[in-house]
């Protein structure tokens, strides 16, 4: 069976489009020959060493080869502390190595880190290449909507970065039959997330469909990767550059980086930070009185269903974690915003938000 879909990210001239489906690795030296990316520049395919021991980046190198695209592979250690300038630097020396031209392509093959990471080496080397990226997480369904590349700071998540759309993602979804269960979880977080901001019928859907997700079924994988980044697309192309309704994709993701620096990007996932951080949200939407009871109960059994974590571990501590959020680089002169829920598929900016309400709910949600 075929189960291709196809999404588009309506951009303008930015415009591109993503492929889901199953064997995708295979043919894209052909695809990108099909659409008349010329032989002449050399490629550079960056992937992690966890990825590539499973040979997706050779074959994505000899896909390229095959159709007459001289290819080389940079590898980057595995985990978000990849993201960082000291690794960019090793992608822009395997850059100069590769002799990469203006006219190149970085290929990005692995999950949400190496997307980020290649996509921003992508973004400022010679002052802006072409790339594709090709997600191999669920999670990175996410990043490969909207363009936003980048590395961390030691002081902040996501601090130094660029926007700068892929030429393409080509999404395989047999890749992620290797994922590890916990990053599967994970990825999970943020398709819950873009339910939960947009779409009641969606969220609704995933709560009887459970089973079937967590069994990598083609025909549900396929379908909530594709309504995933059709949502976080129709959020985008409203607002590309996060001046305003943007924002409302950070659901869950104030308290989420929160609990990511604190915890020094180990020991918790971005999905999982940001599945406890969405139940935070809704707490909170419900302490202010903005959202009927049993939101963030429904919220919480979704993520429960989906084995993923609803609580703040016990070892931070509240005033640690409101100054992080204080810090957030989306906290504007000091003050607290977050995205609130009013129902499950609405949600609403606020912002000054009372700082004690934040510390009560807190200390309401931390770990037993
Ligand atoms: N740019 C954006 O808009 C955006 C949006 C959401 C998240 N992000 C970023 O994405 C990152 C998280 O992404 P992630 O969760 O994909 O993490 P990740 O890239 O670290 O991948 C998770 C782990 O799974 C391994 N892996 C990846 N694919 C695999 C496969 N098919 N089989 C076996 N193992 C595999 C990786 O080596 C890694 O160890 C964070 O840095 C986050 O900030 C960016
Ligand atoms: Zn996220």
Redesign the pocket.
């Known amino acids: 069976m075929n189960a291709e879909v196809r999404v588009q990210v309506d951009l303008g001239e930015r415009s591109y489009d993503i492929v889901i489906g199953p064997g995708l690795l295979d043919r894209i030296g052909l695809m990108l020959a099909s659409q008349g990316w010329e032989a002449d520049s050399p490629g550079l395919v960056v992937t992690?060493?966890?990825?590539a021991k499973?040979g997706?980046a050779d074959r994505v190198a000899s896909s390229l080869r095959a159709a007459g695209f001289q290819t080389s592979i940079a590898l980057v250690e595995?985990?978000?502390s990849a993201?960082c300038l000291e690794v960019a630097k090793t992608l822009y020396d395997a850059a100069f190595d590769a002799s990469l031209d203006r006219k190149s392509m970085i290929f990005a093959v692995?999950?949400?880190?190496?997307?980020?990471l290649a996509?921003f080496v992508a973004a400022t080397y010679m002052r802006g290449i072409a790339w594709i990226q090709v997600p191999?997480?669920i999670?990175?369904h996410?990043?490969s909507?909207?363009g936003?590349?980048?590395i961390n700071h030691p002081r902040g998540?996501?601090m130094i970065g660029a926007f700068h759309q892929p030429s393409a993602v080509l999404f395989d979804t047999s890749?992620?039959r290797?994922?590890?269960d916990r990053?599967v979880r994970?990825?999970l977080a943020?398709v819950v997330k873009h339910a939960a901001i947009w779409d009641e019928d969606f969220f609704s859907w995933l709560e009887v469909h459970v089973p079937q997700i967590l069994a990598l079924q083609d025909s549900a994988l396929s379908g909530i990767l594709a309504k995933g980044c059709q949502i976080k697309a129709a959020v985008v192309s409203r607002d590309e550059r996060e001046s305003g309704m943007r924002a409302i994709l950070n659901f869950g993701h104030t308290l989420g980086h929160a609990l990511e620096t604190l915890s020094g990007y180990r020991g918790i996932?971005?999905?999982e930070a940001v599945a406890i951080g969405m139940v935070f949200a809704a707490a909170l939407s419900e302490e202010l009185g903005m959202c009927a009871a049993g939101v963030k109960e429904r919220l919480e059994h979704l993520l429960l269903a989906f084995g993923l974590p609803v609580r703040i571990p016990k070892e931070l501590a509240e005033p640690e974690i409101l100054q992080c959020m204080l810090h957030d680089k989306k906290a504007v002169g000091g003050h607290l915003t977050f995205v609130l829920i009013e129902k499950i598929g609405r949600v609403r900016i606020v912002k000054n938000v009372d700082a004690a309400a934040v510390l009560r709910v807190l200390e309401r949600l931390r770990e037993a």
């Not at 692995?110 to 980020?116: A, H, I, L, M, Q």
């Open positions: 992690d060493r966890n990825v499973f997706y595995p985990g978000e993201k692995g999950g949400g880190v190496v997307g980020d996509g191999t997480t999670l990175a996410d990043s909507v909207g936003k590349v980048g998540k996501n890749v992620l290797t994922l590890p990053e994970s990825g943020e996932t971005h999905g």
